[in-house]
């Protein structure tokens, strides 16, 4: 008798114990279910706040044919060929003002001649879509209409200092005012320019003359030529956003264009987009934001 109770109460000890476990895993299994299931549904929300807080605008959108860089003059003194220093230095061909570097031709027998040459640096890591490198120079002479002076730049390519393929190979008549003169590589530019940003451009005379002509130089720089569409964005939203792709529509064309803009919450800014084909007529322009938000512009 006393060893059936025994047994019965063995049984039934096992069968709390057995249910105590069973609880236990149901109740962590039930712990992992619903924080699997509120993390998830935390981030849900939190990327669709995200979503829904962004704000992104596009104030403007317009074609750009021509825009410039910055002017960069050289940074070292010019290296004279022919001719001679007669005053100033290269840091007052750095800007138009008041002051300025003055060169004098050298007997070169039969002839006086001029010919110096600057070392240029293009900071290229600012700028995309070029379309040409121009050069200018601001300067006056003596003897003016005696004869012509001639930008030629270094080209990398034949390994000669050419004009080849500027758009203005007829050189300039210098005036005892100052005046200036601009020429541009046109699409030769790569010629010219290398890789680094680096061109050495030339000022010589024409050459066949008996005077001894002198030159002040007052302004001697390139810059960066330009084109692309331009796009303003404003970001009225909290958060940065993320621009991933722009679309430009017009009737004949629907085209993507894979980008990576940045803009900081409250921030303005333009990017330019190069290299593209500009649309005709009316056009609606799109940017995709990473968050998967579209804000769309269309001019009217
Ligand atoms: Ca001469
Ligand atoms: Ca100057």
């Not at 290229?124 to 379309?131: F, G, R, T």
């Given at each position: 008798m006393q060893i059936i109770i025994l047994l019965h109460k063995l049984k039934r000890e096992k069968r709390a114990v057995s249910n105590v476990i069973v609880v236990v895993l149901s109740l962590i299994l039930v712990v992992i279910i619903v924080s699997n299931i509120f993390l998830w549904s935390y981030e849900m929300n939190q990327y669709d706040w995200e979503k829904m807080r962004e704000n992104l605008t596009i104030t403007n959108v317009y074609i750009l044919n021509e825009t410039y860089s910055e002017w960069f003059p050289t940074q070292q003194e010019y290296q004279i060929n022919i001719g001679s220093r007669q005053s100033g230095s290269y840091i007052d061909t750095?800007?138009?003002?008041?002051t300025w570097e003055t060169f004098k031709e050298e007997a070169k027998p039969p002839n006086y001649r001029l010919d110096i040459n600057g070392t240029f640096l293009v900071d290229?890591?600012?700028?995309?879509?070029?379309?040409t490198v121009e050069i200018q120079i601001r300067y006056r002479a003596t003897n003016v209409f005696s004869e012509k002076f001639y930008l030629k730049a270094y080209n990398w390519s034949s390994g000669d200092y050419s004009n080849n393929?500027?758009?203005?190979?007829s050189g300039h008549t210098p005036t005892d005012d100052w005046s200036y003169y601009a020429v541009n590589f046109t699409d030769k530019w790569q010629d010219y320019m290398?890789?680094?940003g680096k061109l050495l451009i030339k000022l010589e005379d024409e050459g066949f003359d008996s005077h001894c002509t002198v030159v002040d130089i007052d302004f001697f720089a390139v810059r960066i030529v330009m084109s692309g569409i331009v796009f303003s964005f404003k970001n009225k939203g909290p958060l940065t956003a993320h621009v991933v792709s722009l679309w430009m529509v017009d009737s004949k064309f629907h085209k993507r264009y894979e980008v990576d803009i940045y803009i900081g919450a409250g921030e303005n800014i333009i990017y330019v987009l190069g290299g593209v084909k500009f649309p005709e007529g009316e056009f609606i322009a799109k940017a995709v934001t990473e968050r998967g938000n579209i804000a769309v512009y269309s001019p009217s």
């Open positions: 750095q800007t138009v003002d008041g290229l890591s600012s700028y995309s879509s070029i379309v393929g500027f758009n203005d190979t290398q890789e680094d």
